[in-house]
DNA sequence: GTAGATGCAAACTTTTTGCAGACTG
DNA sequence: CAGTCTGCAAAAAGTTTGCATCTAC
């Protein structure tokens, strides 16, 4: 299966759910205990919408992430990730315009945002280092 | 298992291993495959690699992959990694300053640049894209 | 009515863990 | 010799597949 045809109820209950939760990246674990579609529908669907375009995946952490894609439009953010606590930041900030066009032109290499990650040490972990370490 | 202390023929060979393949990324599969080792070693030992520095993991396919890290330790550049061919791109210019200074001052988050890697298309395979499809 | 979607369960892939025995320093 | 590391096998985690049944259009 690589298309839809077909609107389902588990459908838009996964659609549903990205939706309400646009700011978040989901793992298909968490999806799948949030809604009420078998394991192997849950996958389909979610490789089905990648594919459309509808919802992008990420392979930032352990398990990949799903998130709701608005168009394609003004989703313009970046992840930081803390090595500390594991965190995952979704940088909402122009600066990646910068940074895409950086590259882009200095360097001839067209950035996936998607698929960067920019590792590092978040605000209250370096807080609580310099406190306790 | 987190440091290692003893040096042994598995480590020695999945190191050396590595070390002649710097050029390319080798998944937890291959290196099984190529070494005398059980997979519980190659693990275990690949992920101490990582912690060490020595080793950097990817997460760019379907599975991570790990790469010799010829800069274990002067860290004074961020890595360019195309998500087509492969190739890690050493970048060793100033932006990367401005990089960090901007997550420092406009989002409390100190980057760490052995770890961070930036995913992309390089300009070769931007071009044979160009022409090919 | 029919092509397409679902759910279950089993298979598969990748990675982790427990433990007895072997090895390093 | 003691503390580590290894290998096996079993388990865990994540994902895919086969197939009979159900559903959207």
């Known amino acids: ?47 089905a919408l990648v594919k459309e375009g509808v919802v992008s995946k990420f392979l930032s952490g352990d398990a990949p992430t799903y998130q709701f894609n608005e168009c394609g439009t003004h989703h313009e953010h970046i992840h930081l990730k803390c090595s500390e606590c594991g965190k995952l930041i979704h940088s909402d900030c122009s600066f990646i315009e910068e940074l895409e066009e950086h590259f882009e032109k200095d360097h001839n290499f067209r950035v996936d945002r998607s698929k960067t990650v920019i590792y590092g040490i978040c605000s209250e972990c370096a807080e609580s280092e310099g406190k306790n370490g």
Do not use: P
Request: net charge positive; hydrophobic share 30%; proline share 0%.
């Open 1 to 47: 299966m690589s298309e839809i045809k077909y609107n389902t109820k588990q459908r838009e209950e996964i659609l549903s759910l990205l939706r309400n939760n646009r700011t978040r990246c989901l793992t298909a674990r968490e999806i799948c205990g949030s809604v009420k579609a078998g394991e192997a529908t849950v996958f389909r669907t979610l490789s």
